[in-house]
């Protein structure tokens, strides 16, 4: 072991030895990228399938606190880009990881949060086939920012978007809402809420594969992320030129989720979630999406919670327990928690 | 959730409106000549939104949103003096979440905040008062903000830093009254109200009897009310009921959080640290005789106003209002949010002009959140 | 400015600075009990107080809150047998 030092200094940024360490015993050792290139060279049969399209995506990962319950930041990193791939119909199957890391990171951290990598990449069947570190003086990062970027095969004839949806297509979710978001909120500790809440952050390549498999028919998914539920739903509807209309009713939320916007006056809707993904299918196919969904631990609460239909164009309505309706609209900045 | 989730029963929620309808038919209530409730307090407005009931209320029942949003009514001015604290070097201000938004002539906090200044949002007073024995080399500064419900809370945080002799511990106090705007409304000539939501949390401290002049002396019904959406169609129906009784009366609604008296140890407690200011400056209602607290000179030592000598001088409450803002016309019921000329052109979440666009509480953004609303009428 | 909730006191916390432990729905946070402190602190544990920006500001009356309930359930039935009066009566005419 060359890599003697607890903390990151500027050396390890510095393109000499000790940067060669870090990278050597920190990232590749565990991510084992193919080849010694500063590129991936790769090839797949599902490649070359006539028809086949490749799906390319990337997103930059920004968490406090770095560790929480149910995961950390690399795992964010892995589920977040996977994700991105499966909810457009994509097989994920590479990834790229960049590394920010402030001055005085502990080692010890980064191991921990790359074998989390390590592990949710292997679960998602993708490989990290690259990657990058820079190191920053302190107070220049926030610990360690992670980017990643993904590339997935989409099968032919396989073409699955917004624009697709039809009136009368149902609105599905793969679970309960918000725990990412309350638990990290619980997590940070400035507000002194303490739960049993862990996020529900997950890859979920796996599901779409199944949910597609079972019901070839699902016309949209999104995954729920910044923004929550709410969000995708706006997006999804102003792009289908459709109207949304949900039943709180139906809305799968956790008591201690509840209990988090009770008293912070927050609207569950706009929590983030990292592991769950809202989709449209036709209706006659929505019983075998939800028997495939319900088949994997990370769609076990799957349900159905709404409906799209003709109407106003990119309105999301909530129907709320006895019948009021009200507007659920994009949110404007960022959800503050609030005393009255 | 116990004592909430009972108070949303749609089964109950569908008899009261029908009790409600009946009871509008019988006084001859109708959407050309409606009943105007005024809900006093932001809390009610947003659960009538949240859960719709505006929709699901007989046409003749017309709600009119209070004043009672402490970020809506806040002057710009005050704006404009807490960030001049947050700005100072050594400061960590903190507030409320709701607080951030509200743009001052200069900058909101949360500008503020990006801008540089220590400014965090806490849940508690308790809170800015943990960061003040955490950091003893600075000066936490807490941004007292509200009614008489949240009042208690700033009141019992001095003094509990005065029994630590904490010297590193202030409140910029903003803290307003309920009664004294009610008054107010109900003198203003144009006033066509028929009765009121009181607030519920309000008299959780205060008890029901501040507002016995309402009833007595301007003949119009007030019902404390609770949160749930059953709480608010149930003091509907009771208000209509006296209504059509002819009577006028104090009653409580919300008899499991409000007690008659109020709380003695809140009352205390606010007796204890703050006196009455001789007015105070309300955004779009402007100065109301005797509806602001200031902190009383023993408790100096935690007055922000004094240590930085800010004060609340009438000279400095001469910064102009936005122009073409018409947030009084619609707190006093004079005009709804969509009526005015720059709801969804000059004002929206984004761009706010007046307060009732920031807090999610206010009037005009729960119209434009809840109703999808999106220009003037 | 009203944002309060019902949360059951499970612990006291310093009893010196009046605090507890309340829970809201599984979510825990330390309040300050001062305005609903008898001379038994221990006495409040499994009480349900209305919570406001970390305060327990009032201790829910359990009674009262069954009486309201126990209203709007009577006015339900009484709607019930208004309706079943409507439609007997349109079924009459």
């Known amino acids: 072991m060359a890599l003697r030092d607890t903390h990151v200094t500027m050396a390890h940024g510095g393109g000499g030895r000790a940067m060669r360490d870090l990278i050597d015993e920190v990232f590749t050792s565990v991510f084992q990228p193919p080849g010694s290139e500063d590129q991936a060279r790769l090839t797949g049969t599902a490649l070359q399938e006539p028809g086949a399209r490749l799906a390319f995506t990337t997103d930059s990962f920004v968490v406090t606190p770095l560790e929480f319950p149910g995961g950390d930041i690399g795992k964010l990193a892995v589920c977040g880009t996977v994700n991105d791939l499966a909810v457009g119909g994509a097989r994920p199957l590479w990834l790229s990881a960049a590394f920010i890391i402030e001055e005085g990171c502990e080692i010890a951290l980064l191991r921990r949060i790359v074998a989390t990598m390590a592990a949710e990449a292997d679960k998602a069947g993708v490989r990290i086939v690259t990657g990058d570190t820079k190191v920053v003086e302190r107070g220049k990062a926030d610990g360690v920012f992670i980017t990643t970027a993904g590339v997935g095969v989409i099968p032919p004839g396989r073409d699955i978007g917004a624009a697709r949806i039809r009136p009368g297509d149902v609105v599905i979710v793969n679970g309960v809402l918000g725990d990412h978001g309350a638990a990290i909120l619980a997590a940070r500790g400035d507000l002194a809420l303490s739960t049993d809440l862990a996020s529900d952050c997950a890859g979920l390549g796996h599901l779409m594969q199944a949910a597609l498999a079972a019901a070839p028919g699902i016309s949209a998914a999104r995954d729920c992320t910044r923004g929550g539920l709410a969000s995708a739903l706006n997006e999804m509807a102003a792009e289908a030129g459709l109207a949304v209309e949900i039943q709180e009713t139906a809305l799968p939320l956790r008591p201690e989720v509840v209990g988090v916007c009770e008293i912070l006056g927050l609207d569950p809707l706009y929590l983030a979630n990292e592991g769950r993904l809202v989709l449209f299918c ?25 409906r799209a239909s003709q109407g106003q164009a990119g309105r999301v309505t909530l129907r ?21 | 959730m116990k004592f909430a989730s009972e108070f949303r029963d749609p089964v109950a929620a569908r008899a009261l409106l029908s009790a409600i ?20 307090c932001g809390g009610h407005t947003h659960s009538i939104f949240r859960y719709g009931l505006d929709k699901l209320i007989h046409d003749g029942i017309e709600f009119i949103h209070g004043p009672g949003c402490p970020v809506c009514v806040l002057p710009m001015a ?25 743009p001052g002539h200069r900058k909101s906090l949360m500008q503020a905040k990006s801008a540089g200044a220590d400014i965090r949002m806490v849940y508690s007073p308790l809170d800015a008062l943990e ?32 029994r630590e002799g904490l010297t590193n511990f202030s409140v910029f106090c903003n803290h307003i009254t309920v009664p004294e705007p009610i008054r107010a409304l109900l003198d203003d000539a144009d006033m066509t109200l028929d009765g009121f939501i009181g607030p519920g949390h309000v008299s959780m401290v205060i008890g029901v009897h501040p507002y016995d002049f309402i009833a007595r002396d301007y003949g119009k019904p007030l019902v404390v009310a609770g949160f749930e959406p059953t709480d608010l169609l149930q003091s509907v129906l009771m208000v209509l009921t006296q209504i059509a009784e002819g009577r006028a009366a104090i009653e409580n609604q919300y008899a499991r959080v409000v007690p008659e008296h109020g709380n003695p140890v809140s009352l205390a407690a606010i007796a204890d640290v703050y006196e009455r200011r001789p007015s105070f400056e309300w955004r779009g209602l402007g100065e109301i005789d005797a509806s ?41 019921g004079k005009m709804k949010p969509p009526q005015c000329p720059q709801f969804g052109t000059g004002c929206s979440p984004e761009m706010p002009l007046g307060a009732l666009m920031v807090s999610s509480e206010g009037a005009c953004a729960a119209y434009w959140q809840y109703s999808g609303i999106r220009a003037a009428e | 400015m009203c944002l309060g909730i019902p949360g059951r006191i499970v612990a006291i916390t310093h009893a010196d600075r009046l605090m507890a432990m309340a829970e809201v729905s599984g979510v825990r946070r330390e309040v300050n009990v001062a305005p609903v402190a008898g001379n038994d602190l221990e006495a409040l544990v499994g009480q349900w107080a209305l919570i406001h920006v970390g305060f327990a500001m009032a201790l829910i009356d359990e009674e009262e809150a069954a009486k309201t309930l126990q209203a709007l359930q009577d006015l339900g039935e009484a709607q019930e047998t208004l309706e079943q009066m409507a439609s007997s009566a349109e079924a009459l005419a």
């Open chain 2, 21 to 40: 309808a009946r009871m509008a038919d019988r006084i001859g209530a109708s959407r050309d000549r409606p009943v105007h409730i005024m809900e006093i």
């Open chain 2, 78 to 102: 005050r704006v404009d003096e807490c960030v001049e604290i947050a700005e100072r070097p050594g400061v960590i201000f903190t507030t409320f979440g709701d607080a951030m938004r509200v």
């Open chain 2, 131 to 162: 960061l003040a024995r955490r950091n003893p080399g600075r000066e936490v500064v807490f941004f007292g903000l509200g009614f008489e419900t949240t009042t208690p809370s700033t009141a019992l945080s001095i003094q509990q830093a005065a």
């Open chain 1, 320 to 340: 709320t327990a006895f019948g009021g309706a009200r507007i659920v609209d994009m949110l404007v900045g960022e959800q503050l928690p609030r005393i009255c």
């Open chain 2, 292 to 332: 602001g607290l200031r902190i009383r000179a023993k408790y100096a030592a935690f007055d922000a106003e004094e240590k930085f000598g800010i004060g609340y001088a009438a000279s400095s409450r001469n910064v102009p209002e936005i122009e073409g803002c018409c947030c009084g016309a619609v707190m006093t």
């Open chain 1, 282 to 306: 036709p209706e006659a196919e929505a019983t075998a999406a939800l028997a495939a969904l319900r088949s994997l631990p990370e769609g076990r609460d799957s349900t159905v919670i709404g």
